[in-house]
């Protein structure tokens, strides 16, 4: 079983910066493909980010490319989210997810928030105006 746990959420004002990070247990971290979700008040979970087990590959939704970046430590078993240019349409909960390895290509990267396994408790991120 893998925990994850993720910290750096907080109040931040429109245009400022946070990076959340999502510790993992467990020796297989560098063989998992890992994501970042969030959910909204009143609002579905969404897809916002994933990345490789490697780190060289990432995928973004629209909403947050060229703001966002994710990135990882396979050294540290930790991933994070850099948030740049924060907008009040990022409040939410963020989860970040861990897929283990199925034997896909190493560039494999997940969207599909079904298909992970392992999900963190979430860290609240607020963006005042």
């Known amino acids: 079983q893998v925990q994850l746990v993720e910290s750096g959420g907080g109040l931040v004002q429109a245009g400022g910066s946070l990076r959340l990070s999502c510790a993992a247990s467990?020796?297989?971290?560098?063989?998992?493909?890992m994501g970042w979700f969030r959910q909204a008040p009143g609002k579905e979970r969404e897809f916002v980010g994933c990345i490789n087990w490697s780190g060289d590959v990432t995928y973004y939704t629209d909403s947050v490319k060229g703001r966002f970046t994710i990135s990882r430590d396979n050294a540290k078993n930790t991933v994070y989210l850099q948030m740049n240019s924060l907008k009040r349409e990022d409040t939410a909960v963020y989860y970040c997810?861990?897929?283990?390895?199925?034997?896909?290509?190493?560039?494999?990267?997940?969207?599909?928030?079904?298909?992970?396994?392992?999900w963190g408790q979430g860290t609240q991120v607020a963006v005042s105006s």
């Open positions: 997810a861990a897929e283990k390895d199925r034997g896909w290509s190493p560039r494999f990267v997940q969207v599909y928030q079904h298909e992970y396994d392992y």
């Open positions: 467990g020796r297989a971290f560098s063989t998992y493909v």
